[in-house]
Every structure is written in structure tokens, then in C-alpha cells.
């Protein structure tokens, strides 16, 4: 029963501290375009086909 004296109180710090994690990230804009990096690698400006040595 003692033990829940020192686990309670240490979920409640790990828990107000994802919390507040949670809130800087998301006014600092880590959630603001989540879509675009994911499609970026289907738009590659790079041409496979042409190499430094075809020139």
C-alpha cells in the first residue's frame, strides 16, 4: 500500500509533464502541415534517369 504513495504522485508528474510537452509543441507549429512531408517524396524534382557522368 506504501508503494502507491510514490506512484501516484509520479504518474501524476509524468502526465502533467506529456501534457505540457504536448501544448509547446503544438504553439510552436510541429502539427501545423502534417499531410506535405509525406507526399514530398512522390514529387522528387530529381530525374533518375540523368546522371553527372550523361553530361
Known amino acids: 500500500m506504501?508503494?502507491?504513495y510514490l506512484l501516484?504522485?509520479?504518474a501524476l508528474i509524468?502526465?502533467?509533464?506529456?501534457?505540457?510537452?504536448?501544448?509547446w509543441a503544438?504553439?510552436?507549429g510541429q502539427f501545423d502541415?502534417?499531410?506535405?512531408?509525406?507526399?514530398r517524396i512522390l514529387f522528387d524534382d530529381d530525374?533518375?534517369?540523368k546522371t553527372s557522368s550523361d553530361t
Do not use: C
Open 14 to 23: 509524468f502526465s502533467a509533464g506529456a501534457v505540457g510537452i504536448f501544448i
Open 26 to 28: 503544438t504553439k510552436n
Open 8 to 10: 501516484l504522485p509520479l
Open 47 to 49: 530525374d533518375p534517369q
Open 33 to 39: 502541415d502534417l499531410d506535405t512531408p509525406g507526399m
Open 2 to 4: 506504501s508503494v502507491i
